[in-house]
Protein backbone atom coordinates (compact mmCIF):
# COMPACT_ATOMS: atom_id res chain seq x y z
CA UNK A 1 0.00 0.00 0.00
CA UNK A 2 2.92 2.25 0.91
CA UNK A 3 4.60 1.80 -2.07
CA UNK A 4 1.39 2.61 -4.11
CA UNK A 5 0.86 5.81 -2.80
CA UNK A 6 4.68 6.43 -3.20
CA UNK A 7 3.75 5.48 -6.86
CA UNK A 8 0.67 7.83 -7.09
CA UNK A 9 2.12 10.70 -5.70
CA UNK A 10 5.13 10.42 -8.50
CA UNK A 11 2.60 10.38 -10.57
CA UNK A 12 0.61 13.01 -9.24
CA UNK A 13 3.47 15.19 -8.84
CA UNK A 14 4.59 14.22 -12.88
CA UNK A 15 1.24 15.83 -14.10
CA UNK A 16 1.04 18.78 -11.63
CA UNK A 17 4.83 19.77 -13.42
CA UNK A 18 3.53 18.83 -16.71
CA UNK A 19 0.70 20.73 -16.05
CA UNK A 20 2.72 23.88 -14.69
CA UNK A 21 5.45 23.65 -17.45
CA UNK A 22 1.92 23.98 -20.30
CA UNK A 23 0.55 27.04 -18.30
CA UNK A 24 3.78 28.44 -17.82
CA UNK A 25 4.21 27.71 -21.73
CA UNK A 26 1.19 29.58 -22.55
CA UNK A 27 1.69 32.04 -20.40
CA UNK A 28 5.17 32.97 -21.34
CA UNK A 29 3.17 32.78 -25.37
CA UNK A 30 0.68 35.16 -24.47
CA UNK A 31 3.16 37.45 -22.87
CA UNK A 32 5.46 37.52 -25.97
CA UNK A 33 1.92 37.56 -28.24
CA UNK A 34 0.96 40.92 -26.07
CA UNK A 35 4.24 42.49 -26.09
CA UNK A 36 4.65 42.10 -29.85
CA UNK A 37 1.32 43.44 -30.35
CA UNK A 38 1.92 46.69 -28.06
CA UNK A 39 5.35 47.28 -30.15
CA UNK A 40 3.40 46.70 -33.50
CA UNK A 41 0.64 48.90 -32.12
CA UNK A 42 3.10 51.46 -31.79
CA UNK A 43 5.44 51.09 -34.78
CA UNK A 44 2.46 51.74 -36.39
CA UNK A 45 1.22 54.70 -34.52
CA UNK A 46 4.41 56.45 -35.68
CA UNK A 47 3.87 55.79 -39.49
CA UNK A 48 2.36 59.07 -41.41
CA UNK A 49 -0.79 58.20 -42.79
CA UNK A 50 -1.37 55.41 -40.19
CA UNK A 51 -3.98 52.40 -41.39
CA UNK A 52 -6.79 51.48 -39.20
CA UNK A 53 -6.60 48.81 -37.42
CA UNK A 54 -9.34 45.59 -38.08
CA UNK A 55 -10.75 43.52 -35.40
CA UNK A 56 -8.94 40.02 -36.11
CA UNK A 57 -12.38 38.18 -35.13
CA UNK A 58 -14.19 39.89 -38.54
CA UNK A 59 -10.91 38.47 -40.23
CA UNK A 60 -11.19 35.20 -39.20
CA UNK A 61 -14.74 34.81 -38.95
CA UNK A 62 -14.82 36.32 -43.03
CA UNK A 63 -12.15 33.84 -44.12
CA UNK A 64 -13.80 30.92 -42.32
CA UNK A 65 -10.69 30.46 -40.28
CA UNK A 66 -8.40 30.94 -43.30
CA UNK A 67 -10.09 28.21 -45.01
CA UNK A 68 -7.53 26.56 -48.17
CA UNK A 69 -10.94 27.46 -50.33
CA UNK A 70 -10.51 31.13 -49.59
CA UNK A 71 -6.65 31.03 -50.28
CA UNK A 72 -5.81 33.40 -53.55
CA UNK A 73 -2.46 32.83 -53.46
CA UNK A 74 0.90 32.50 -51.26
CA UNK A 75 4.55 33.21 -51.36
CA UNK A 76 7.66 33.74 -49.29
CA UNK A 77 5.96 36.53 -46.72
CA UNK A 78 3.14 34.48 -46.43
CA UNK A 79 -0.68 33.88 -48.14
CA UNK A 80 -3.29 35.98 -49.22
CA UNK A 81 -6.75 35.47 -48.86
CA UNK A 82 -10.16 36.61 -50.02
CA UNK A 83 -13.18 37.84 -47.86
CA UNK A 84 -16.00 39.97 -47.86
CA UNK A 85 -15.27 42.27 -44.42
CA UNK A 86 -18.59 43.49 -42.41
CA UNK A 87 -19.27 47.40 -41.85
CA UNK A 88 -17.83 48.44 -39.18
CA UNK A 89 -19.49 51.24 -37.58
CA UNK A 90 -17.52 52.62 -35.18
CA UNK A 91 -15.06 53.76 -38.01
CA UNK A 92 -17.75 54.21 -40.87
CA UNK A 93 -16.12 51.26 -42.67
CA UNK A 94 -18.84 49.67 -45.19
CA UNK A 95 -19.22 46.51 -46.08
CA UNK A 96 -16.28 45.25 -49.09
CA UNK A 97 -14.24 42.95 -50.59
CA UNK A 98 -11.03 42.23 -49.53
CA UNK A 99 -7.65 40.50 -49.76
CA UNK A 100 -5.70 39.86 -46.41
CA UNK A 101 -2.06 39.42 -46.72
CA UNK A 102 -0.76 36.96 -43.54
CA UNK A 103 2.76 37.46 -43.10
CA UNK A 104 3.81 33.60 -41.56
CA UNK A 105 7.57 33.15 -41.60
CA UNK A 106 8.42 31.50 -38.46
CA UNK A 107 11.50 34.43 -37.47
CA UNK A 108 11.57 37.58 -35.99
CA UNK A 109 11.71 39.27 -39.61
CA UNK A 110 8.20 38.86 -40.56
CA UNK A 111 7.23 41.81 -38.27
CA UNK A 112 10.08 43.46 -40.35
CA UNK A 113 8.58 42.59 -43.38
CA UNK A 114 5.23 43.92 -42.51
CA UNK A 115 6.96 47.14 -41.24
CA UNK A 116 9.13 47.48 -44.58
CA UNK A 117 5.72 47.07 -47.20
CA UNK A 118 3.15 48.86 -44.73
CA UNK A 119 5.96 51.80 -44.09
CA UNK A 120 5.94 52.15 -47.93
CA UNK A 121 1.98 51.23 -49.18
CA UNK A 122 0.56 53.36 -46.53
CA UNK A 123 1.16 56.69 -48.07
CA UNK A 124 0.40 55.87 -51.23
CA UNK A 125 -2.84 57.15 -52.98
CA UNK A 126 -3.26 56.95 -56.39
CA UNK A 127 -5.70 55.19 -58.88
CA UNK A 128 -3.03 52.82 -60.35
CA UNK A 129 -2.09 51.31 -57.13
CA UNK A 130 -4.14 48.61 -54.96
CA UNK A 131 -5.15 50.31 -51.91
CA UNK A 132 -4.23 49.40 -48.14
CA UNK A 133 -7.42 48.92 -46.40
CA UNK A 134 -5.96 48.15 -42.93
CA UNK A 135 -4.17 45.87 -40.87
CA UNK A 136 -4.16 43.45 -38.15
CA UNK A 137 -2.54 41.30 -35.72
CA UNK A 138 -3.27 37.86 -34.30
CA UNK A 139 -0.55 35.19 -32.17
CA UNK A 140 2.25 36.66 -33.87
CA UNK A 141 0.81 36.83 -37.28
CA UNK A 142 0.23 40.42 -38.95
CA UNK A 143 -1.64 40.97 -41.42
CA UNK A 144 -2.28 43.66 -44.52
CA UNK A 145 -5.94 44.09 -45.64
CA UNK A 146 -6.33 45.55 -49.04
CA UNK A 147 -9.05 46.19 -51.21
CA UNK A 148 -9.67 43.28 -53.64
CA UNK A 149 -9.10 43.04 -57.40
CA UNK A 150 -11.82 41.46 -58.70
CA UNK A 151 -9.76 40.05 -61.63
CA UNK A 152 -6.70 39.10 -60.04
CA UNK A 153 -3.46 39.19 -61.73
CA UNK A 154 -2.30 39.93 -65.06
CA UNK A 155 -0.16 37.23 -65.42
CA UNK A 156 -3.38 35.04 -64.67
CA UNK A 157 -4.68 36.35 -67.68
CA UNK A 158 -1.78 36.82 -70.12
CA UNK A 159 -0.12 32.88 -69.21
CA UNK A 160 -3.01 30.62 -67.22
CA UNK A 161 -6.20 29.23 -67.96
CA UNK A 162 -8.58 32.24 -67.47
CA UNK A 163 -10.07 34.03 -70.00
CA UNK A 164 -7.71 36.00 -72.13
CA UNK A 165 -7.73 39.68 -72.68
CA UNK A 166 -9.01 39.45 -76.46
CA UNK A 167 -9.61 43.04 -76.58
CA UNK A 168 -6.62 45.38 -77.77
CA UNK A 169 -8.11 48.43 -76.39
CA UNK A 170 -7.73 46.86 -72.66
CA UNK A 171 -4.47 45.68 -73.57
CA UNK A 172 -3.05 49.19 -74.44
CA UNK A 173 -4.70 50.60 -71.44
CA UNK A 174 -3.50 48.05 -68.86
CA UNK A 175 0.09 49.29 -70.26
CA UNK A 176 -0.92 53.02 -70.00
CA UNK A 177 -2.81 52.56 -66.02
CA UNK A 178 1.13 50.41 -64.76
CA UNK A 179 3.28 53.32 -66.55
CA UNK A 180 1.19 55.86 -64.94
CA UNK A 181 1.08 54.11 -61.32
CA UNK A 182 4.92 53.72 -61.58
CA UNK A 183 5.04 57.12 -62.81
CA UNK A 184 3.34 58.47 -59.73
CA UNK A 185 5.78 56.39 -57.40
CA UNK A 186 9.04 57.32 -59.76
CA UNK A 187 8.11 61.52 -60.20
CA UNK A 188 5.63 62.11 -58.48
CA UNK A 189 5.53 61.03 -54.94
CA UNK A 190 8.45 61.75 -52.41
CA UNK A 191 10.51 60.49 -51.60
CA UNK A 192 11.16 58.40 -54.76
CA UNK A 193 10.08 54.58 -54.65
CA UNK A 194 11.50 51.93 -56.38
CA UNK A 195 9.02 48.67 -56.66
CA UNK A 196 11.76 46.42 -57.42
CA UNK A 197 9.82 43.77 -58.18
CA UNK A 198 7.74 44.93 -61.28
CA UNK A 199 6.17 41.84 -63.35
CA UNK A 200 2.89 40.93 -64.55
CA UNK A 201 1.87 38.45 -61.56
CA UNK A 202 2.63 42.24 -59.17
CA UNK A 203 0.23 43.68 -61.63
CA UNK A 204 -3.59 43.30 -60.31
CA UNK A 205 -7.12 44.07 -62.52
CA UNK A 206 -9.68 45.36 -60.98
CA UNK A 207 -13.26 45.20 -61.95
CA UNK A 208 -13.36 46.83 -65.38
CA UNK A 209 -9.52 45.59 -65.77
CA UNK A 210 -7.83 48.57 -64.99
CA UNK A 211 -4.11 47.96 -63.85
CA UNK A 212 -2.89 48.62 -60.32
CA UNK A 213 0.55 48.45 -59.20
CA UNK A 214 0.49 45.66 -55.59
CA UNK A 215 2.78 43.95 -53.96
CA UNK A 216 5.31 46.65 -52.60
CA UNK A 217 6.51 43.64 -49.95
CA UNK A 218 10.54 44.65 -51.19
CA UNK A 219 10.00 48.57 -52.50
CA UNK A 220 12.57 50.60 -50.66
CA UNK A 221 12.25 54.58 -50.67
CA UNK A 222 14.98 56.54 -51.97
CA UNK A 223 16.63 59.41 -50.13
CA UNK A 224 15.81 62.85 -52.26
CA UNK A 225 20.12 63.59 -52.18
CA UNK A 226 20.22 59.85 -53.45
CA UNK A 227 19.17 57.97 -56.42
CA UNK A 228 19.68 54.01 -55.91
CA UNK A 229 19.52 51.87 -53.08
CA UNK A 230 21.76 48.44 -52.95
CA UNK A 231 20.31 45.01 -52.49
CA UNK A 232 19.66 42.41 -55.10
CA UNK A 233 15.75 42.08 -55.31
CA UNK A 234 13.31 40.71 -57.60
CA UNK A 235 12.18 38.33 -60.49
CA UNK A 236 14.58 36.34 -62.72
CA UNK A 237 13.97 37.27 -66.14
CA UNK A 238 13.16 40.90 -64.99
CA UNK A 239 15.97 42.04 -63.64
CA UNK A 240 17.94 44.48 -65.86
CA UNK A 241 21.94 43.24 -66.39
CA UNK A 242 23.48 46.00 -64.77
CA UNK A 243 21.51 45.40 -61.80
CA UNK A 244 22.82 41.91 -61.36
CA UNK A 245 26.25 42.86 -61.40
CA UNK A 246 25.89 45.75 -59.44
CA UNK A 247 23.05 44.79 -56.61
CA UNK A 248 22.39 48.48 -57.30
CA UNK A 249 18.49 49.57 -57.89
CA UNK A 250 17.70 52.48 -59.70
CA UNK A 251 14.76 53.81 -61.68
CA UNK A 252 16.24 52.55 -64.66
CA UNK A 253 16.32 48.86 -62.99
CA UNK A 254 12.42 49.49 -62.38
CA UNK A 255 11.95 50.73 -66.25
CA UNK A 256 13.49 47.59 -67.38
CA UNK A 257 11.38 45.00 -65.53
CA UNK A 258 8.50 47.74 -67.12
CA UNK A 259 9.52 46.77 -70.49
CA UNK A 260 9.48 43.24 -70.02
CA UNK A 261 5.49 43.10 -68.66
CA UNK A 262 5.22 45.72 -71.87
CA UNK A 263 6.44 43.04 -73.83
CA UNK A 264 4.69 40.18 -72.09
CA UNK A 265 1.51 41.76 -72.73
CA UNK A 266 1.88 42.51 -76.63
CA UNK A 267 3.84 38.73 -77.47
CA UNK A 268 1.15 37.04 -74.83
CA UNK A 269 4.75 34.87 -74.00
CA UNK A 270 6.99 34.85 -70.63
CA UNK A 271 10.23 36.53 -69.76
CA UNK A 272 11.38 33.00 -69.21
CA UNK A 273 9.64 30.43 -71.41
CA UNK A 274 10.24 27.39 -69.48
CA UNK A 275 8.63 25.14 -72.68
CA UNK A 276 11.08 26.89 -75.27
CA UNK A 277 13.97 27.34 -73.22
CA UNK A 278 15.82 27.92 -76.94
CA UNK A 279 14.31 31.12 -77.13
CA UNK A 280 16.18 32.32 -74.62
CA UNK A 281 14.61 35.55 -73.30
CA UNK A 282 11.59 37.44 -74.67
CA UNK A 283 13.66 40.41 -75.60
CA UNK A 284 16.25 38.23 -77.55
CA UNK A 285 13.05 36.79 -79.46
CA UNK A 286 11.93 40.49 -79.88
CA UNK A 287 14.81 41.65 -81.52
CA UNK A 288 15.05 39.28 -84.05
CA UNK A 289 11.74 39.98 -85.40
CA UNK A 290 12.61 43.81 -84.98
CA UNK A 291 16.14 42.98 -86.84
CA UNK A 292 13.66 41.43 -89.94
CA UNK A 293 11.44 43.93 -89.94
CA UNK A 294 8.74 41.97 -88.97
CA UNK A 295 7.90 42.92 -85.21
CA UNK A 296 4.10 42.19 -85.87
CA UNK A 297 4.58 38.53 -86.51
CA UNK A 298 5.55 38.92 -82.82
CA UNK A 299 2.31 39.73 -81.68
CA UNK A 300 0.18 37.33 -79.66
CA UNK A 301 -1.73 34.85 -81.41
CA UNK A 302 -5.29 35.50 -80.06
CA UNK A 303 -4.82 39.29 -80.62
CA UNK A 304 -3.62 38.36 -84.06
CA UNK A 305 -7.46 36.90 -84.68
CA UNK A 306 -9.10 39.24 -82.86
CA UNK A 307 -7.31 42.16 -84.19
CA UNK A 308 -5.42 45.24 -83.03
CA UNK A 309 -3.94 48.70 -84.14
CA UNK A 310 -0.88 48.00 -86.28
CA UNK A 311 0.64 51.35 -85.37
CA UNK A 312 -0.15 50.73 -81.53
CA UNK A 313 1.41 47.80 -81.50
CA UNK A 314 4.56 48.38 -83.00
CA UNK A 315 4.62 51.65 -80.64
CA UNK A 316 4.25 49.89 -77.54
CA UNK A 317 7.09 46.47 -79.06
CA UNK A 318 9.53 49.61 -80.06
CA UNK A 319 8.58 50.57 -76.16
CA UNK A 320 9.12 47.77 -74.76
CA UNK A 321 12.62 47.27 -76.67
CA UNK A 322 14.10 50.70 -75.91
CA UNK A 323 12.93 50.12 -71.54
CA UNK A 324 14.92 46.99 -71.57
CA UNK A 325 17.84 48.23 -73.57
CA UNK A 326 20.88 46.43 -72.09
CA UNK A 327 22.66 50.10 -71.26
CA UNK A 328 20.74 51.68 -68.64
CA UNK A 329 21.93 55.48 -69.63
CA UNK A 330 19.49 54.65 -73.18
CA UNK A 331 16.56 53.55 -71.63
CA UNK A 332 13.49 56.05 -71.48
CA UNK A 333 12.75 57.64 -68.29
CA UNK A 334 8.60 57.18 -67.27
CA UNK A 335 7.92 60.85 -68.13
CA UNK A 336 8.91 59.85 -71.57
CA UNK A 337 7.31 56.87 -71.06
CA UNK A 338 3.98 58.25 -70.50
CA UNK A 339 4.38 60.25 -73.49
CA UNK A 340 4.84 57.50 -75.98
CA UNK A 341 1.96 55.54 -74.15
CA UNK A 342 0.06 58.91 -74.60
CA UNK A 343 1.01 59.87 -77.84
CA UNK A 344 2.59 62.75 -77.29
CA UNK A 345 5.74 61.55 -78.73
CA UNK A 346 6.68 59.42 -81.05
CA UNK A 347 8.24 56.00 -80.37
CA UNK A 348 12.04 55.74 -79.28
CA UNK A 349 14.73 55.09 -81.89
CA UNK A 350 15.64 51.06 -81.56
CA UNK A 351 18.41 50.26 -83.25
CA UNK A 352 18.05 47.38 -85.49
CA UNK A 353 19.99 44.99 -83.44
CA UNK A 354 19.96 44.32 -79.52
CA UNK A 355 22.98 46.78 -78.39
CA UNK A 356 25.91 45.22 -76.38
CA UNK A 357 25.90 45.59 -72.89
CA UNK A 358 28.71 47.76 -71.55
CA UNK A 359 30.20 47.29 -68.43
CA UNK A 360 30.42 49.67 -66.32
CA UNK A 361 27.46 51.65 -67.89
CA UNK A 362 27.92 54.76 -69.62
CA UNK A 363 28.09 57.25 -66.95
CA UNK A 364 29.29 54.73 -63.91
CA UNK A 365 33.07 56.68 -63.68
CA UNK A 366 33.94 54.94 -60.79
CA UNK A 367 32.79 51.46 -59.87
CA UNK A 368 34.22 51.95 -56.36
CA UNK A 369 31.40 54.43 -55.38
CA UNK A 370 28.50 51.89 -55.93
CA UNK A 371 29.93 49.26 -53.59
CA UNK A 372 29.58 49.49 -50.35
CA UNK A 373 33.10 48.00 -47.76
CA UNK A 374 30.16 46.24 -45.74
CA UNK A 375 29.04 42.90 -47.54
CA UNK A 376 25.96 43.80 -49.56
CA UNK A 377 22.66 42.15 -48.83
CA UNK A 378 21.56 39.77 -51.52
CA UNK A 379 17.89 39.27 -52.19
CA UNK A 380 16.21 35.97 -53.37
CA UNK A 381 13.24 36.23 -55.80
CA UNK A 382 10.65 37.79 -53.04
CA UNK A 383 13.13 37.80 -50.07
CA UNK A 384 11.94 41.02 -47.55
CA UNK A 385 15.14 42.25 -46.16
CA UNK A 386 15.47 46.20 -46.52
CA UNK A 387 17.81 47.53 -48.02
CA UNK A 388 20.84 49.48 -47.49
CA UNK A 389 20.33 53.68 -48.80
CA UNK A 390 23.57 54.16 -50.82
Known sequence: MAGDTARRSR??????CCAAAVGFYYNSRYRRWKKDLEQLAKSMQRLPGMPCRIDFSDIKKATKNFDGT?????GTFGSVYRCRLPAALETGRPEMEVAVKKFTRNDDRRFDDFLDEVSVIN?????????????????????????????GSLDQHLFHLR????????????????????????????????????????IMLDSTFGARLGDFGIACTVPLDRNSVTGLAGTHGYIAPE????????????????????????????????????EGHITDWIWRFH???????AMDPVLAMAGFDDDDAKRLMLLG????????SNRPSMVEVVQVITKLKLPPAVPPKKPTFVWPPQGWSS???????????IYASGSSTKARQV
Open 163 to 202: TPILLWDTRYAIVRDIATGLHYVHHEYEPTVLHRDIKARN
Open 70 to 74: MKLGS
Open 123 to 151: RLRHKNIVPLIGWSYHDGEPLLIFELMPN
Open 243 to 278: YACSYRATRETDIYAFGVVVLEIVTGRRALDRDVPS
Open 321 to 328: LACTNPNP
Open 291 to 297: WEEKLLD
Open 11 to 16: ICGFHG
Open 367 to 377: LSSYFSTETST
